[in-house]
Every structure is written in C-alpha cells, then in structure tokens.
C-alpha cells in the first residue's frame, strides 16, 4: 500500500511510503483488540477504593433497646449498617484489577488496529520534524496545515523528543506516543493517526520481529 507524505506546512511531497500490508492490510481481529483494550484500562485503575465494614466502625456496641415489647424491629449496635454512620454491607476491598494477555495476542490487536485505521483512511504520513523549543501554538498550527483542528489525533513519533511532547501536552485531543510506547487503546481512540516518516519502518519491524517469534 502506497502513501503521500505530508510535510508539516499540510502540502503533499513528492514522496510516498510503502505500508506494509501485513501490518496495515491485515484482517482486523475484533476480539484481540477487546482484550488488548480491557488489559489497558484494567491497568490504570489503582483500586484503592475502601469502605468500612461494621467490624471497622468505632461506636458502642451496646444495644439499643431492649429485645421485644418496643413494637419496633429489634436493633442491635449502633454500628448497624442500617443507620447513618454504621458499617457498609459488601463494600468495596482494595484489589488489584490486572490480567494477563498473551504478548502474540498483543501484536495481533495492534496489527488490527492499525489495519483498521488503514481501511478507513485515518492514517496520514508526515515527513520527519523537530521543534527547536516546546510550544503549544507550534503543534497546533501542524495539525491545522493537516486539517485536524479538534479531532483526536495520535502522532507517533519513531523515539521520544522532549519538545514535541511538551508542545502537544496541553492539546486535549491530540496525543503523541513514540513507537515503543504504542498501545492498542491509543490507536482506536483516535479519530485519525499520524505516522511520522521514519516511524513506519520502526512499527514495522517491532510487529513483525514479535509476531515471529
């Protein structure tokens, strides 16, 4: 698959990239990028969540009232996890949410996700760039030259420049992930990604290195 690459003035060049179509021409698999996800999000919970149960509360223990003759239901404590204050039936413990997901299984999700953004055109290449200091007004005037003001952009970039992410941090809807750091979340939450032009090869042997081995 052959496409244009774009400078950062938003104007094709002269060039094209050859995409490697068992990277991003492959048959999505729906269910790895399921997986793949979950584990993502399943990862940045802390779980840390807490509640007091009712051999937690400090209170009396002492009962209320009298057993029967009162004409009301019989109480116990006042840690009684039917009044205000007491303890907390069933309440949340602190556990880890962590799972595992084979790494082939991994590799299969990215491949399908990147496929997908693929099939759908949301894939743009740009040529290699650098910014001399970081600032915010230097990333968005890029992705206005490419027409993406607003839209959920992911730029991956072939290792990690300082500048470039400092500049695109206070943009909500625009990312910027080196291809070591690449995940399958990031890719189908964008609405369109950016490939720098050195990253291509770089994605492209990582995947295929991996889904080999």
Avoid: C
Wanted: glycine share 6%.
């Amino acid at each position: 698959m052959e496409i244009a690459v774009y400078n950062t003035k938003g104007n094709k060049t002269k060039r094209t990239v050859s995409l490697n179509d068992s990277i991003f021409n492959a048959e999505p698999n729906d269910h790895a990028i399921y997986l793949d996800v979950k584990q993502y999000l399943a990862n940045q919970r802390q779980g840390t969540h807490k509640s007091k149960q009712r051999n937690e509360i400090h209170g009396s223990t002492r009962k209320l009232h009298k057993q029967k003759g009162t004409g009301g239901a019989r109480k116990g404590s006042i840690k009684n996890p039917l009044f205000r204050g007491g303890g907390r039936i069933f309440g949340p413990e602190p556990r880890d949410y962590s799972f595992k997901v084979n790494k082939k299984t991994k590799v299969v999700a990215r491949i399908s996700a990147l496929s997908q953004k693929a099939k759908n055109n949301s894939i743009t290449v740009v040529e290699d760039f650098n910014f001399e200091n970081p600032k915010t007004k230097n990333y968005a005037e890029l992705l206005s030259n490419l027409e993406m003001d607003g839209k959920k952009t992911l730029l991956i970039i072939h290792q990690d420049d300082k500048n470039i992410f400092l500049s695109s941090r206070n943009i909500k809807s625009a990312k910027v992930s080196s291809v070591n750091s690449l995940n399958t979340y990031d890719i189908m939450n964008a609405n369109n990604v950016l490939l720098s032009e050195s990253s291509v090869k770089a994605i492209e042997t990582i995947l295929s290195n991996t889904s080999e081995s």
